[in-house]
């Protein structure tokens, strides 16, 4: 074993929470899980910094690739060739650590550059150009699985506004902790025939959930799904009466509901935020009333059979925006005018709901932080902050450690991590150690094929939430 090596494991034991191997060498404090000495490389990942810029020609941010194992830890001693593919108004300006970086192709809007994974990683420096774009980057490593991302790049002119002080204050509306999973594709997994078990019992999955520690379910519904380029064509899942029918199973078994508004027939995301269908040719003004309107049909129709959600989300993974064009976040303005008028419908059915705004930035402090001044100065009112956590975009358990401790600092607000997947435990121990208890809980995505086998049996997966909710919901 190289020296170097060995005291980066010995540093690991001694002091769990080191952040510093000599004079540039970082630890991470969640090396034991995250990471792997060795490994056979299977896919790329990068981390964006931030996935808003300035089409100034100046504006820069970090890009670091890495390389990862089956069970996607980082191979912190991986040496391997990468090459760096944008299209679009940007460019690969070095690297923050002087590993050589040179552009060896350009094709149309496409340029590639040639460099290298050192020492496990690669610090990319991504420059924004001067038209306003949307920037496609990828990172490959010989046949392995690419990392990529989009950038997109706003007019440098918009107004950036900071919160005043009187915006920032501590919001002290609470209902408890929650540990909760998005399970919206359960009823489409039931069309085909699925059934689950529990000890050679058939059961309602929802039932064997909450069986298991959980006390919440997410569920998001769209607009008008049944539509031909909809979520689901005909059929409709996820739409409102498919959530009815979900979200009346939820409170069966004493489960609470977060309901996730997409606001479009189809998945909104960073990467789309597209109109329903019924309101692409409405003017600003009635695309307005149409979102808040929507919003309050949606919840008086839970509220009037006795399911009304716990907590709304206001869209879904919105830092850039929603109801595109209208709402993109290169016209704040506009998008703060359509969040509050979907804060209004909810508030207007029953102020008691926890309003949250969700954005798809875990480990992104600076785009968080931008989106967050920017809406709260122009008045958005909420309650929670959630983000999404995926390290094959969002970074590492320790970016995601800093920007949560940040934002429940900066903001005052409690904070959720409402969609992730990998390092379970590690998640929970993050969002449930934050300052003045602003860790108010996560949902799990879509997990039922990793918590039951083909026969519909429980895995261990499941089993270890067990442990989960009583360490951070039963003693507390």
């Not at 509050?340 to 954005?359: F, N, Q, T, W, Y």
């Not at 026969?455 to 442990?467: F, I, Q």
Request: charged share 25%; proline share 5%; glycine share 8%.
């Amino acid at each position: 074993m190289k020296r170097s090596v060995l005291l980066v494991l010995v540093a690991l034991a001694l002091f769990p929470q080191c952040r510093r191997v000599g004079k540039n060498k970082r630890v991470s404090e969640f090396a034991s899980v995250s990471q792997t000495i060795t490994g056979k490389p299977v896919g790329v990942v990068m981390t964006t910094y931030t996935t808003t810029m300035l089409a100034d020609g100046k504006d820069q941010t970090l890009i670091r690739a890495c390389v990862v194992d089956s069970a996607g830890r980082e191979i912190t001693t991986a040496n391997v060739p990468i090459t760096i593919s944008i299209t679009g108004d940007a460019e690969i300006t070095g690297t923050k650590n002087g590993i050589p970086v040179s552009l060896i192709k350009t094709e149309n809007s496409t340029k590639v550059w040639s460099s290298k994974i050192i020492d496990g990683s690669c610090p990319l420096i991504f420059q924004a150009g001067t038209t306003p774009d949307k920037v496609k980057v990828e990172v490959r490593s010989d046949s392995i699985w690419p990392g990529s991302h989009e950038i997109h790049t706003i007019n440098p002119d918009i107004k950036l506004l900071k919160p005043s002080k009187e915006q920032i204050k501590p919001v002290t509306k609470k209902i408890g902790r929650s540990i909760g999973a998005d399970i919206s594709f359960l009823p489409q997994m039931e069309s085909r025939g699925m059934k689950f078990y529990e000890n050679g019992e058939e059961k309602d999955l929802i039932k064997i959930l909450a069986d298991h520690g959980f006390n919440y379910i997410r569920l998001r519904v769209f607009v008008n799904p049944e539509n031909e380029k909809g979520y689901s064509p005909v059929t409709g899942f996820c739409g409102l009466e498919y959530t009815k029918q979900m979200a009346a199973r939820a409170k069966k078994y004493g489960m609470k509901l977060l309901l996730n508004f997409h606001y479009s027939d189809y998945w909104a995301d960073p990467q789309q935020q597209n109109k329903p269908q019924a309101w692409k040719d409405l003017d600003f003004n009635l695309l307005k009333d149409s979102l808040k309107a929507y919003t309050k049909r949606v919840l008086i129709a839970l509220r009037d059979q006795g399911t009304l959600p716990e907590m709304v989300q206001v869209g879904n993974e919105i830092n850039h925006g929603m109801l595109w064009p209208d709402g993109h976040i290169s016209n704040p303005d506009n998008l703060a005018e359509l969040l509050k008028a979907g804060v209004e419908g909810v508030r207007e059915v029953d102020p008691s709901i926890v309003v949250m705004m969700h954005l798809a930035l875990g480990g992104q402090n600076r785009e968080a932080t931008f989106w967050l001044d920017n809406m709260i100065a122009r008045g958005v009112d909420f309650d929670m902050i959630g983000l999404s956590y995926y390290p094959r975009w969002h970074g590492t358990l320790d970016d995601l450690k800093s920007n949560l401790n940040d934002l429940a600092g900066r903001y005052k607000k409690d904070l959720n991590v409402v969609e992730y997947s990998q390092f379970k435990k590690e998640v929970h121990d993050i969002v449930f150690s934050l300052p003045d208890n602003r860790g108010e809980g996560t949902f799990i995505w879509e997990p039922i094929n990793s918590f039951f086998d083909k026969t519909g049996n429980p895995t261990k997966e499941l089993a270890g939430y067990d442990e989960i909710s009583r360490q951070y919901l039963n003693n507390h």
